[in-house]
Nanobody, 117 residues
Framework: QEQLVESGGGLVQPGGSLRLSCVASGFTFSNYDMTWVRQAPGKGLEWVSSISTDGRSTPYDDSVKGRFTISRDNAKKTVYLQMDSLKPEDTAMYYC???WGTGSPLRGQGTQVTVSS
């Protein structure tokens, strides 16, 4: 069946970096735009960034622009989120999503990112 598995989260100090990964299986990964979203405690899902099938289009939310970089490797069926200059307000559960904004999104189990000194 279709599946997304995120990894790479953890506890990091402000100003630090993390690289999240999301491995896809069960569908033709290269045919889909992919998206990272996050959910902070007590808040709703927040769109972070998306990447087109060929990797050429990579929009970002203003809150992460210039600090986060999304990328993908279609051969490895993996999408990445490089997060630099992390801030406490980036603390959240991070999810990768296939078909974000459609009627049938697929989301992984998430990976926790905590930014704290």
């Amino acid at each position: 069946q279709e599946q997304l598995v995120e990894s790479g989260g953890g506890l990091v100090q402000p100003g630090g970096s993390l690289r999240l990964s999301c491995v896809a299986s069960g569908f033709t990964f290269s045919n889909y735009d992919m998206t990272w979203v996050r959910q902070a405690p007590g808040k709703g899902l927040e769109w972070v960034s998306s990447i087109s099938t060929d990797g050429r289009s990579t929009p970002y939310d203003d809150s992460v622009k210039g600090r986060f970089t999304i990328s993908r490797d279609n051969a490895k069926k993996t999408v990445y989120l490089q997060m630099d200059s992390l801030k406490p307000e980036d603390t959240a559960m991070y999810y990768c999503v296939k078909a974000w904004g459609t009627g049938s999104p697929l989301r992984g189990q998430g990976t926790q990112v905590t930014v704290s000194s």
